[in-house]
């Protein structure tokens, strides 16, 4: 099958494309696995039971805008089976401050 432009005529209802930024999205002091951000950015509440070809795509969605506001979001150590958490920068605590991210880049650039 060759996709191909369609002409916005043959569509009943267009909405306007809107991404969240993560402290619209997130909670200041909350950590989230992928799937439940999956959930909010479909405003869904973190734990909606979805089948699994919907979250599955969602998760597939989610990804790319983790990596495009890498900048505004921080990761746990995931340990064991456990999945990696993210959460808002702005709401790191003592470890993980603004000082420590600049020693992190200044030893980075003495790589």
Not at 74 to 80: E, H, K, L, Q
């Amino acid at each position: 099958m060759c996709a191909v432009p369609r002409p916005k005529s043959e569509f009943d209802t267009l909405f306007s494309y809107e991404v969240y930024e993560p402290a619209e999205l997130l909670g200041a002091d909350a950590m989230y696995r992928i799937d439940e951000i999956a959930r909010l950015m479909q405003d869904l509440p973190p734990g909606a039971e979805l089948d699994p070809e919907t979250e599955d795509r969602l998760i597939a969605w989610t990804i790319p805008w983790l990596f495009d506001h890498r900048d505004d979001l921080c990761i746990s150590d995931p340990t064991g089976d456990e999945p990696g958490y993210f959460g808002l920068r702005a709401g790191m605590g003592a470890k993980g401050t603004e000082a420590d991210r600049a020693d992190e880049t200044d030893e980075a650039d003495n790589v």
